[in-house]
């Protein structure tokens, strides 16, 4: 019993509980015995009534040695641990005869209600499903409520019965969406309240204060006391006895009172010890500046691990190492624990930085453009806290209405994709990817992460922040139609040129509007854009703006004004006030040129954060159109129907798992008879193919299928080389069959080949799942044939796929009206091709086996679609992370 051999590490995992705080499962051990009966002689009588149904005030030593012995197959226990007790024990035993694990668990008094019982249960599920079991049942006290509860809420189907006294459980451990859901809902709710402890802490410890001006430890110090932080602030420097005025500990452990959140700022090699210290006096969360981890070689990795794993199995959320530091405006708060110059000004703008070197940038880049700030995180090496948590956290949070993210890598991009898509239903999130030239990082596939989850993509710094301006300020547009006003031509031609190569649209003005623009603002040229020449003043761009906001006749404006020639101050000022004054009915930006100063209103530099309403002003017409043409593409996303993932007929998953038994799974492609087995339960019908060994056989199968037949070879790198022979089509009869067999085998060798009968006209299609190590599964799909197989590209998207999605991609490729129908030709069967789609798509989230799925060609027929080659290669399952149990991520960024 618990071999070492046997031990199943891969179930050791840390989880975020309910109250932000962490424990860390695994699985029972052997050397657990004294932490059991600690663990024992600590629950209450009541707690122990409830699990033995009787009171058992010491566990004896046959007892512990049977909990704590078992083999992880027909007898598994997993613990959780906080500083290396355990505060939580779940456990089943195989009933004989059956796939049924009666399960009990238990949880300390002191921890019940974190949220423990429910992510034991999960945890215990995924092993159980593992080693066979498909049912758990279970008897309770119907005075246990807390069981019953965790059972209520776990979200499988519990069957309940009360019979003698007891109450009798059984459910299926299989995921379902209900109970999926359910998880997943946890998890932000854990998550986000892990994020709130780091950024509104009552009590703050700067381990590491220095006394030295320009020291990291003695710069955190500062920003906390000069942005006037609402809580305790409490240096811990072993050689002074204050810094900065403010009385000084040895230890964090000297520090009176609970100490919410530590800054860490001290030599790499201290920082481990530092952490142990944390734990031991219960600190909530860790922000470690301190860098030489990630960074420093195999030696830093080491330390790396050790840090995250010591916080972690003390409780702690880490933010770093090799953070800036956090931010939180909220007045109430006030947290500015970051050693970069200035304090950022209260807004709405949720801040993530992944890099800690361009941390001090951003916060430098939006004081300077007066954009505020709600919350900004430097995260630095990514070795904990993640953008997906600081995404949970944005996604609820009331003081923020836009989320900016700077990412150099995704820990787990198809949870990224899941909460970003969630958060921008409500909210923009504006991401800025660098790194994507490294190998192994696919910007093709990096845009489709985007696109799938509504993320708003930008290639620069500067452009981050211009697109945050127009969200934090302006409405969204209700649509594409630009109107362009202002009192230079040359400046409104350059914002037209780039307002239409952004896919955004200057309609023609109405006669009547034209006319009201000439009688009403003076305007010289009244069509789109309209000029009111170089000498107008604020009357006429303010009668311009507000007959153009109640025109009807367009979406958004981008007004551009240079100050008339000689201009008097108050002419400039006035200009400034037209704009501020436009009516809140459009989405309206400028460019505001040539002006020493700002005008009241805009939102340009040096004039403190500016109000929602007030509009943004961008250095150039470029600018200002690329923003908006962000914005109008977010807008529609945020506006079309989400759609569902359809319930599939023919669809059976285990069948087609266990097709996959004994197939390779070294990434080779499959022959193509396995992979048709593999495919028919799953409603994926390849196009009659039959492996033949010789001449004859090929005549054979050739007179069951029906004439004419085509011949192929069957290696992957022959499958569409007609140029040299590999592949013959419309062969008719016998002895050009045989004549085609014998020239084949001259091209590629002796060996089976494969005969198909040919198929029916259709539109040739080229269908791709594959598995991306930076951005998940993915589906593509595009039109087929040579000529489109080099210049045409796919047309990419991540999981899931909804009904809408798949129909949204057809009519997204390149050349789509050849399946919608062009003159002189019926359309094809596109219902039948989304039908394949989304098919090929629920492969790629129930299999996770599946190492590439290509379908070429895929021809689609008036009725029906026919596969007629499809490669597949197989892997090694990992773990489901988007239907698996929680975890904690352990990846970490190297920058």
């Given at each position: 019993?618990?071999?070492?051999a046997?031990?199943?590490?891969e179930?050791?995992?840390?989880?975020?509980?309910?109250?932000?705080?962490?424990?860390?499962?695994?699985?029972?051990?052997?050397?657990?015995?004294?932490?059991?009966?600690?663990?024992?002689a600590?629950?209450?009588?009541?707690t122990?009534?409830?699990?033995?149904?009787?009171?058992?005030?010491v566990?004896s030593?046959?007892?512990?040695a049977?909990f704590?012995?078992?083999?992880?197959?027909t007898?598994?226990?997993?613990?959780?641990?906080?500083r290396?007790?355990i505060?939580?024990?779940?456990?089943?035993?195989?009933l004989?005869?059956?796939?049924?694990?009666?399960?009990?668990?238990?949880?300390?008094?002191?921890?019940?209600?974190r949220?423990?019982?429910?992510?034991?249960l999960?945890?215990?599920?995924?092993?159980?499903?593992?080693?066979?079991?498909?049912?758990?049942?279970?008897d309770?006290?119907p005075?246990?409520?807390?069981?019953?509860?965790v059972?209520?809420?776990?979200?499988?189907?519990?069957?309940?019965?009360l019979?003698?006294g007891?109450?009798?459980?059984?459910?299926?451990?299989?995921?379902?969406?209900?109970?999926?859901?359910?998880?997943?809902?946890?998890?932000?709710r854990?998550?986000?309240?892990?994020?709130?402890?780091?950024?509104?802490p009552?009590?703050v410890?700067?381990?590491?204060?220095?006394?030295?001006?320009?020291?990291?430890?003695?710069?955190?110090?500062?920003?906390?006391?000069?942005?006037?932080?609402?809580?305790?602030?409490?240096?811990?420097?072993?050689a002074?006895?204050?810094v900065?005025?403010?009385?000084?500990?040895?230890?964090?452990?000297d520090?009176?009172?609970?100490?919410?959140?530590?800054?860490?700022?001290?030599?790499?090699?201290?920082?481990?010890?530092?952490?142990?210290?944390?734990?031991?006096?219960?600190?909530?969360?860790?922000?470690?500046v301190?860098?030489?981890?990630a960074?420093a070689?195999?030696?830093?990795?080491?330390?790396?691990?050790?840090?995250?794993?010591?916080?972690?199995?003390?409780?702690?959320?880490?933010?770093?190492?090799?953070a800036?530091?956090?931010v939180?405006?909220?007045?109430?708060?006030?947290?500015?624990?970051?050693?970069?110059?200035?304090?950022?000004?209260?807004?709405?703008?949720?801040?993530?930085?992944?890099?800690?070197?361009?941390?001090?940038?951003?916060l430098?880049?939006?004081?300077?453009?007066?954009?505020g700030?709600?919350?900004?995180v430097?995260?630095?090496?990514?070795?904990d806290?993640?953008?997906?948590?600081?995404?949970?956290?944005?996604?609820?949070?009331?003081?923020?209405?836009?989320?900016l993210?700077?990412?150099?890598?995704?820990?787990?991009?198809r949870?990224?994709a899941?909460?970003a898509?969630?958060?921008?239903?409500?909210?923009p999130v504006?991401?800025?990817?660098?790194?994507?030239?490294q190998?192994?990082?696919?910007d093709?596939?990096?845009?489709?992460?985007?696109?799938s989850?509504?993320?708003?993509?930008?290639?620069?710094?500067?452009?981050?922040?211009e697109?945050a301006?127009?969200?934090?300020l302006?409405?969204?547009?209700?649509?594409?139609?630009?109107?362009?006003?202002?009192?230079?031509?040359?400046?409104?031609?350059?914002?037209?040129?780039?307002?239409?190569?952004?896919?955004?649209?200057?309609?023609?003005?109405?006669?009547?509007l034209?006319?009201r623009l000439?009688?009403?603002?003076?305007?010289?040229?009244?069509?789109?854009?309209?000029d009111?020449g170089?000498?107008?003043?604020?009357d006429?761009?303010?009668s311009?703006l507000?007959?153009?906001c109640?025109?009807g006749?367009?979406?958004?404006?981008?007004?551009?004004?240079?100050?008339?020639?000689?201009?008097?101050?108050?002419?400039?000022?006035?200009?400034?006030?037209?704009?501020?004054?436009?009516?809140?009915s459009?989405t309206?930006?400028a460019?505001?040129?040539?002006?020493?100063?700002?005008?009241?209103?805009?939102?340009?530099?040096?004039?403190?954060?500016?109000g929602?309403?007030?509009i943004?002003s961008?250095?150039s017409?470029?600018?200002?159109?690329?923003?908006?043409?962000?914005?109008v593409?977010?807008?529609?996303?945020?506006a079309?129907?989400?759609?569902?993932?359809?319930?599939?007929e023919r669809?059976?998953?285990?069948?087609?798992?266990?097709?996959?038994?004994?197939?390779?799974t070294?990434?080779?492609?499959?022959?193509?008879?396995?992979?048709?087995?593999?495919?028919a339960?799953?409603?994926?019908?390849?196009?009659?193919t039959?492996?033949?060994?010789?001449a004859?056989?090929?005549?054979?199968?050739?007179?069951?299928?029906g004439?004419?037949?085509?011949?192929k070879?069957?290696?992957?790198?022959?499958?569409?080389?007609?140029?040299?022979?590999?592949v013959?089509?419309?062969?008719?009869?016998?002895?050009?069959?045989?004549?085609?067999?014998?020239?084949?085998?001259?091209v590629?060798?002796p060996?089976?080949?494969?005969?198909?009968?040919?198929s029916?006209?259709?539109?040739?299609?080229?269908?791709?799942?594959v598995?991306?190590?930076?951005?998940?599964?993915l589906l593509?799909l595009?039109?087929?044939?040579?000529?489109?197989?080099?210049?045409?590209?796919?047309?990419?998207?991540?999981?899931?796929?909804t009904?809408?999605?798949?129909?949204?991609?057809?009519?997204?490729?390149?050349?789509h009206q050849?399946?919608?129908?062009v003159p002189?030709s019926?359309p094809?069967?596109?219902?039948?091709?989304?039908d394949?789609l989304?098919?090929?798509?629920?492969?790629?989230?129930?299999l996770?086996e599946?190492?590439?799925?290509?379908?070429?060609p895929?021809?689609?027929?008036?009725?029906?679609?026919?596969p007629?080659?499809?490669?597949?290669?197989?892997?090694?399952p990992?773990v489901?992370s988007?239907?698996?149990?929680?975890?904690l991520?352990t990846?970490?960024a190297?920058?």
């Open positions: 019993m618990n071999d070492a046997d031990y199943p590490r179930w050791e995992a840390d989880v975020v509980l309910n109250d932000g705080g962490t424990a860390r499962l695994r699985p029972i051990r052997a050397d657990d015995a004294e932490r059991l009966a600690a663990f024992h600590r629950l209450s009588r009541e122990v009534y409830n699990r033995f149904f009787a009171y058992r005030p566990l030593d046959a007892d512990i049977r704590t012995q078992v083999d992880h197959d007898r598994v226990a997993l613990v959780a641990t906080l290396d007790e505060i939580g024990v779940v456990r089943y035993d195989r004989p005869e059956t796939s049924d694990g009666e399960v009990a668990f238990v949880v300390e008094d002191a921890h019940q209600g949220g423990l019982g429910p992510a034991l999960e945890h215990l599920a995924a092993a159980g499903r593992e080693r066979g079991i498909t049912r758990f049942v279970a309770t006290l005075t246990n409520r807390a069981m019953l509860g059972f209520r809420t776990a979200g499988f189907q519990v069957h309940r019965t019979a003698d007891y109450v009798e459980l059984s459910f299926p451990i299989s995921p379902t969406d209900s109970s999926v859901s359910v998880m997943r809902e946890r998890e932000h854990a998550e986000a309240r892990s994020v709130q402890r780091l950024l509104a009552r009590t410890a700067v381990i590491g204060a220095s006394r030295e001006r320009g020291a990291p430890g003695h710069e955190l110090l500062h920003s906390l006391l000069a942005s006037g932080f609402t809580g305790e602030v409490f240096p811990v420097n072993p002074a006895t204050e900065a005025g403010v009385q000084a500990h040895a230890d964090v452990r520090v009176p009172g609970p100490v919410d959140l530590a800054l860490v700022a001290v030599p790499a090699a201290e920082v481990a010890d530092v952490v142990r210290a944390c734990g031991v006096k219960g600190v909530h969360g860790l922000v470690v301190s860098g030489g981890f960074d070689g195999p030696e830093g990795r080491a330390r790396l691990e050790e840090v995250v794993s010591l916080a972690r199995s003390a409780g702690m959320r880490l933010v770093g190492p090799n800036m530091g956090i939180n405006t909220d007045p109430a708060v006030r947290l500015h624990a970051t050693f970069a110059a200035g304090a950022p000004v209260a807004g709405r703008v949720g801040v993530f930085s992944q890099s800690g070197a361009l941390a001090g940038s951003f430098a880049e939006a004081a300077r453009r007066s954009l700030i709600s919350s900004f430097s995260i630095g090496d990514r070795a806290v993640s953008g997906n948590d600081l995404l949970q956290y944005w996604r609820g949070d009331e003081r923020t209405e836009v989320v993210l700077h990412l150099q890598g995704f820990g787990n991009p949870k990224f899941r909460i898509r969630e958060v921008g239903r409500a909210k504006v991401a800025l990817k660098s790194g994507h030239g190998p192994g990082r696919s093709a596939a990096i845009g489709a992460l985007f696109a989850a509504g993320v708003v993509r930008v290639g620069s710094l500067s452009q981050l922040f697109v301006q127009l969200f934090a302006q409405p969204l547009p209700a649509g594409r139609r630009v109107a362009i006003v202002g009192n230079s031509s040359a400046l409104a031609a350059m914002a037209a040129d780039a307002c239409l190569e952004h896919g955004l649209e200057l309609p023609q003005l109405a006669e009547d034209r006319e000439r009688s009403e603002a003076g305007a010289t040229q009244a069509s789109n854009p309209v009111l170089p000498f107008a003043g604020p006429e761009l303010r311009a507000a007959v153009l109640e025109s006749q367009v979406d958004a404006i981008i007004a551009v004004v240079v100050p008339p020639p000689r201009g008097r101050p108050e002419v400039v000022a006035g200009l400034g006030a037209a704009l501020r004054e436009a009516p809140p459009l309206v930006l460019t505001f040129l040539g002006v020493d100063g700002v005008p009241d209103g805009l939102a340009v530099p040096g004039e403190g954060a500016p929602r309403g007030s943004p961008y250095a017409p470029e600018a200002a159109a690329l923003a908006l043409a962000r914005a593409d977010y807008a529609e996303w945020r079309r129907p989400e759609g569902e993932v359809p319930e599939l669809f059976d998953v285990e069948e087609a798992r266990q097709r996959m038994q004994g197939l390779a070294d990434g080779s492609w499959l022959p193509q008879h396995e992979v048709a087995a593999v495919l339960p799953l409603g994926i019908d390849i196009w009659p039959a492996l033949v060994a010789d004859d056989e090929a005549v054979e199968a050739a007179e069951q299928m004439w004419p037949v085509a011949l070879a069957v290696a992957e790198q022959w499958r569409h080389r007609l140029d040299v022979g590999a013959r089509l419309d062969l008719v009869g016998q002895e050009e069959l045989r004549a085609a067999f014998a020239d084949v085998e001259a590629v060798g060996g089976p080949l494969y005969v198909q009968p040919m029916p006209p259709g539109v040739s299609t080229v269908v791709r799942l598995q991306d190590p930076s951005a998940g599964p593509s595009r039109l087929g044939g040579v000529a489109v197989d080099l210049l045409v590209d796919p047309v990419t998207r991540t999981l899931p796929l009904d809408r999605d798949a129909a949204a991609l057809v009519g997204s490729i390149r050349g050849l399946l919608t129908g002189g019926a094809a069967d596109v219902a039948a091709l989304e394949l989304l098919r090929v798509a629920q492969v790629g989230e129930a996770p599946v190492a590439e799925l290509l379908l070429d895929v021809l689609v027929k008036r009725q029906g679609v026919a007629l080659h499809v490669g597949l290669r197989l892997q090694e990992g489901d988007e239907r698996g149990p929680r975890r991520g990846s970490f190297v920058l």
